[in-house]
């Protein structure tokens, strides 16, 4: 089993950052950290900034140049780091992990960019 938990939102005024943290955790070998996404009230989940199986970073077109993805692999842990927030970066993150083929998600948190 694994355990994914997030951390680090809040409310933060337009322009301010915020920094993302994800720790994925139950076993000691073989848990892939995958990346973060988000969910806004009434729409779907959407891809945010993920590592591909080469190592390489993928971003939302809405979020170039202002978030960076980093991890520590050897901790199993990623971090978010979002610069010049805006309101519609308000939403839920999630981080997502794989283990043996199984998805697992944390329950979120919530990040809220007041305008």
């Not at 996404?37 to 199986?53: I, N, S």
Request: glycine share 12%.
């Amino acid at each position: 089993q694994v355990q994914v938990m997030e951390s680090g939102g809040g409310l933060v005024q337009a322009g301010g950052s915020l920094r993302l943290s994800c720790l994925a955790s139950g076993s000691t070998f073989g848990i892939n950290v995958r990346g973060w996404y988000r969910q806004a009230p009434g729409k779907l989940r959407e891809l945010v900034a993920t590592f591909r199986t080469n190592g390489d970073t993928n971003y939302a077109d809405s979020v170039k140049g202002r978030f960076i993805i980093s991890r520590d692999v050897a901790k199993n842990t990623i971090w978010l780091q979002m610069n010049s927030l805006k309101p519609e970066d308000t939403a839920v993150y999630y981080c997502r992990s794989t283990y043996s083929g199984t998805e697992y998600w944390g329950q979120g948190t919530q990040v809220t960019v007041s305008s």
